[in-house]
């Protein structure tokens, strides 16, 4: 946040250099995503939010900005073990895919996590969620298990 010569700090101000918004979500429930589509991942676990921008009750696949700013993104999507196609994660804003904003890798033996980031300006109302997508053949669940999952981090660096 900028401060100008003879501005005034507001409590405001002041809580949002000591307190900004920050989120860590976590999908800890299995999910099914169908064959050559993109799903939004839903996340029903919340690690922090400190502007409750983020339900799991309605739109669990959503963090909707609070606090306009740049903001980085990052979302890893894990999937179940499977060897064939290729595996991805995409961040949305708004219900739309951006640009420079997915990653493609391919299958392994192992579980297959995913991860994206992006740094994008939000205005307050704008959502952001994070898709997971696959070619393996047929309809494949995320994974989640101890310390591999679905996650969402959401970071304001800057007004």
Known sequence: MPFTAGGIITAAALDLMDRPPVAVLAQTSVQ??????????????????????????????????????TYRITGRVSFAVNSTGSRGARVHKNGN????????????TLNGVIEVSHILTLAVSDYIEIAGGHNSGGALSTFYANECGSMMYVERISS
Do not use: K, M
Not at 49 to 63: A, E, I, L, M, Q
Not at 97 to 108: K, R, S, T
């Open 97 to 108: 895919f951006l640009i420079g904003g997915a990653n493609l890798l391919g299958a392994g």
């Open 32 to 69: 099914s995503i169908p064959n050559t589509s993109w799903a939004v991942i839903t996340f029903d676990s919340e690690i922090i939010d400190t502007y409750s921008g983020h339900s799991t009750v309605t739109n669990t696949s959503r963090y909707t900005c609070q606090v306009a700013g």
